[in-house]
């Protein structure tokens, strides 16, 4: 059930995408949308950007109530500095990190972070929460990166909903 539920978020984060890029597509004069066409790519990036929401919300949530915390060596760490054009503009870094899970086995996971850093580098030990049944799903201790990108998701189908609407009221009357 679990690999389900994390196809369907992955599957609506590319459905999201793909709303998106219809929309860059129009905005362009690249391609021309019906009322009907634009409110159906509306609800899809609605319905998308909400289940991958969903699915990083509810990893979020298990990690919070049945995660452990361990000791992890950090893999190997890259910081890069992300700029969207009039958008976004954040540091992003991804962290890979290698711990022994409460079974014994050696895990290899990561997360992405939006922030520098700090003093962090590859060798060092790191406390790190993670699923245990689900190993590879981590998050550092003190608070899970996760839970602003299904922000940011929810933001964009809430968005892409007020849009479907809009454009269901001019088709529909």
């Not at 409110?39 to 949530?61: I, T």
């Not at 958008?87 to 711990?99: A, D, H, L, M, R």
Request: proline share 3%; with cysteine; charged share 15%.
């Amino acid at each position: 059930m679990t690999s389900l539920r994390r196809v369907i978020g992955q599957a609506g984060a590319g459905l999201g995408i793909l709303a998106c890029l219809a929309w860059i597509l129009v905005i362009t004069d690249v391609i021309v949308l019906s009322t009907g066409g634009s409110l159906v790519v509306s609800a899809v990036g609605a319905a998308g950007f909400g289940a991958a929401s969903a699915d990083k919300l509810r990893a979020a949530a298990r990690l919070r109530t049945q995660g452990r915390i361990t000791d992890a060596t950090i893999v190997s760490l890259r910081e890069r500095f992300v700029s969207i054009p009039s958008e976004v503009s954040e540091w992003v870094t991804t962290v890979k990190v290698s711990f022994t899970d409460a079974s014994g086995h050696l895990i290899n996971a990561g997360y992405t972070g939006h922030a520098r850093a700090e003093g962090k580098r590859e060798g060092q030990t790191v406390q790190i929460v993670y699923d245990p049944s689900r190993p590879v799903s981590i998050a550092p201790v003190g608070g899970d990166p996760r839970v602003i990108d299904a922000f940011v998701l929810a933001l964009g189908s809430a968005v892409s909903a007020g849009m479907a609407v809009y454009f269901a009221v001019r088709a529909f009357g």
